[in-house]
């Protein structure tokens, strides 16, 4: 007989009861030792998955120059080389996405007499999340006496399961200007994809000297694309975009928007705030009527990144 003992840990069989044998070479068969001990039929929890974190804090000043930032994880600011007046930063995620448990957070505010264009490299990707995990991003803007804040980031695409909550807060001084754009695509046509389980709550306000002047939410759950099939809800679009502009001269720009808008998409003045909405089948479409109306309200072009 043998003296020495062989063991290696149970080896996972679903609801059955696990046998693991050391067989000691040049021993007799009869020696072999069993070990057997029984397993839950409940499947394994899975493993924590590895979040993204980001932080991003920056603010111009007079002469549109940069007044100071702070950039932590996975978000980071690039600025460009400047194009007329305004200071232009690209917000860029290195995460490469967001998904469950993700959290962004972005404050940029412009000081008195400046003007800041915030956009984002590309599309964001709203990715498939676990059960029970949300994916968070919140953009806080301030705009000072006499100042601009365009707030430009590019589409965000929604992935099936994906599970994501924004919100947007501005805050703006008396005699402040601020644009805002919030476009939308609900999953990638060209690849087929449609949202049957996916959720978003997206919420935007902003104050002016403190009292609300503008309060929109969105809340899509489950089976998105049904949905969007609705005549009341979207009419079978796949693409929306939200565009304020809160501007002392906001009215001048009605007219040529209604020029440029098709029937999908419409544009009311609530007193010196332009509001537009916009429905398109397919991110390609949305991007023919929505870049000629940023266009419209913008004192220079749009960052160039918007157009690679």
């Known amino acids: ?102 959290r962004f957070d ?24 676990q059960p029970g995990q949300t994916g968070r991003v919140t953009v806080q803007i301030d705009v000072g006496r006499k100042a601009r804040i365009d707030w430009l980031p590019q589409e965000t695409i929604l992935f099936e399961r994906c599970n994501l909550r924004r919100q947007l807060s501005v805050s703006l001084a008396a005699d402040a200007s601020f644009l805002m754009v919030e476009p939308l695509v609900f999953g990638r046509m060209a690849m ?32 998105i694309a049904a949905r969007l099939m609705r005549s009341a809800v979207a009419g079978g679009a796949r693409a929306m975009a939200s565009v304020v502009l809160v501007d002392a001269q906001a009215e001048s720009h009605l007219d040529a928007l209604r020029d440029l808008l098709p029937d999908s998409a419409g544009v009311s003045l609530i007193g010196d705030m332009l509001v537009l909405r916009i429905v398109a089948s397919d991110s390609f479409t949305l991007r023919q009527t929505l870049l000629p109306a940023l266009e419209q309200m913008l004192p220079q072009t749009l960052p160039r990144c918007w157009r690679l």
């Not at 021993?27 to 493993?47: D, E, K, T, V």
């Not at 974190?53 to 002469?63: E, F, P, T």
């Not at 980071?76 to 690209?90: I, S």
């Open 106 to 129: 972005i404050t940029a505010s412009a000081g008195p007499n400046s003007h800041l264009t915030l956009t984002t490299q590309s599309a964001e990707r709203a990715y498939a999340a």
């Open 192 to 223: 087929g994809e449609a949202l049957h389980a996916a959720r978003l709550r997206d919420r935007i306000r902003i104050d002016r000297d403190g009292v609300p002047l503008y309060r929109d939410g969105l809340d899509l759950t489950g089976d």
């Open 1 to 102: 007989m043998c003296n020495r003992l062989y063991f290696w840990p149970n080896i996972p069989v679903a609801g059955k009861a696990v046998c693991v044998c050391a067989r000691v070479p040049n021993c007799n068969p009869r020696s072999a030792i069993c070990i057997a001990a029984p397993l839950a039929a409940a499947p394994l929890p899975l493993a924590p998955q590895p979040r993204a974190i980001g932080h991003l804090r920056l603010s111009s000043k007079a002469d549109n120059r940069l007044d100071g930032l702070y950039q932590a994880g996975a978000l980071k600011a690039v600025f460009p080389r400047r194009r007329g007046a305004a200071l232009d930063a690209v917000v860029v995620n290195t995460a490469g996405g967001i998904t469950g448990g993700d």
